[in-house]
T-cell receptor, first 112, second 116 residues
Framework: KNEVEQSPQNLTAQEGEFITINCSYS?????LHWLQQHPGGGIVSLFM???GKKKHGRLIATINIQEKHSSLHITASHPRDSAVYIC??????????????FGRGTQLTVWP | KAGVTQTPRYLIKTRGQQVTLSCSPI?????VSWYQQTPGQGLQFLFE???????NKGNFPGRFSGRQFSNSRSEMNVSTLELGDSALYLC???????????????FGPGTRLTVL
């Protein structure tokens, strides 16, 4: 059982559409990361957050600690946003302290 | 500033062999973490090294080992390779330990290992 659940698994959108990817986790965390992986494997860290909301360009990440849920939004999506988006969390207690646990990823395809 | 580099980028080995992968972190970063990515299991944490000490270890057999040198460069070794070890191996560096305050991770391009 994966402690980090992402949805949807696959997402197709038309250029310009508003995109939302969701991530939920099971226990308390110290940090949540949103990562982007392009074909070929390279991973880029988009956001690291522990509360509230962060914005970078067309990307917005929010987290609700009480509900154990985070969302990644992409406004005015573009074909270059096509990639796999991965949610990862760092749990805040026990033997797993410090380790990153990953969701299975969301494959986003944006058509022109 | 140069990013995280990994060598080699691609590797083909046969069952039973051993392999060593190398990771050079961003200058000044003291933490290096290793991850395995497979289509079946996704991304999984292997281990983290900070200041030459293993700080954390994932649920992998003892065939997977690593070390970190005084210049923060890290190597991971897989002995007695199995078909299931075919994967993309990623390393990531950060300023501080993962267990400490928030530390953004910077990923390398990965080494794609194929075991025949």
């Amino acid at each position: 059982k994966n402690e980090v659940e992402q949805s949807p698994q696959n997402l197709t959108a038309q250029e310009g559409e508003f995109i939302t990817i969701n991530c939920s986790y099971s226990v308390g965390i110290s940090a949540l990361h949103w990562l982007q992986q392009h074909p070929g494997g390279g991973i880029v860290s988009l956001f690291m957050l522990s509360s509230g909301k962060k914005k970078h360009g067309r990307l917005i990440a929010t987290i609700n600690i009480q509900e154990k849920h985070s969302s990644l939004h992409i406004t005015a999506s573009h074909p270059r946003d096509s990639a796999v988006y991965i949610c990862a969390v760092r749990f805040d207690r026990g033997s797993t302290l410090g380790r990153l646990y990953f969701g299975r990823g969301t494959q986003l395809t944006v058509w022109p | 500033k140069a990013g995280v580099t990994q060598t080699p980028r691609y590797l083909i080995k046969t069952r039973g062999q051993q392999v060593t992968l190398s990771c050079s972190p961003i200058s000044g970063h003291r933490s290096v973490s290793w991850y395995q990515q497979t289509p079946g299991q996704g991304l999984q944490f292997l281990f983290e090294y900070f200041s030459e000490t293993q700080r954390n270890k994932g649920n992998f057999p003892g065939r997977f080992s690593g070390r970190q040198f005084s210049n923060s460069r890290s190597e991971m070794n897989v002995s007695t390779l199995e078909l299931g070890d075919s994967a993309l191996y990623l390393c990531a560096s950060s300023l501080g330990s993962q267990a400490g305050p928030l530390n953004e991770q910077f990923f390398g391009p990965g080494t794609r290992l194929t075991v025949l």
